[in-house]
Nanobody, 117 residues
Framework: QVQLVESGGGLVQAGGSLRLSCAAS????????MGWYRQAPGKQRVLVSI???????NYADSVKGRFTISRDNAKNTMYLQMNSLKPDDTAVYYC???????????WGQGTQVTVSS
């Protein structure tokens, strides 16, 4: 079974930066797409950013220009660099990986990001 382990969350002041990591138990080259979601208290889980195997990336409008998704294939790790953080970015951030051809997706356990004003 594929395991995804997020890390790098924490408490940061508004305007600060964090880098989240998602370490996969298998080669990330086997995933058609990987991405980050977040869920704030009382809110639905929403897509933050996605990176597909072809190299294209997409970002939610709320984070565009501030967040950057990337992969290190050798480390089987995906990252989310978060800059210029705002209190509205406060949420649990989840890693997501898809094997679309198999109809299979995986979630990480989540990591808490708290941005203070």
């Amino acid at each position: 079974q594929v395991q995804l382990v997020e890390s790098g969350g924490g408490l940061v002041q508004a305007g600060g930066s964090l880098r989240l990591s998602c370490a996969a138990s298998e080669s990330i080259l086997t995933f058609n797409a990987m991405g980050w979601y977040r869920q704030a208290p009382g809110k639905q889980r929403v897509l933050v950013s996605i990176s597909n195997s072809g190299g294209s990336t997409n970002y939610a409008d709320s984070v565009k220009g501030r967040f950057t998704i990337s992969r290190d294939n050798a480390k089987n790790t995906m990252y989310l660099q978060m800059n210029s953080l705002k209190p509205d970015d406060t949420a649990v951030y989840y890693c997501r990986a898809l094997r679309s051809g198999l109809g299979v997706g995986y979630w990480g356990q989540g990591t808490q990001v708290t941005v203070s004003s």
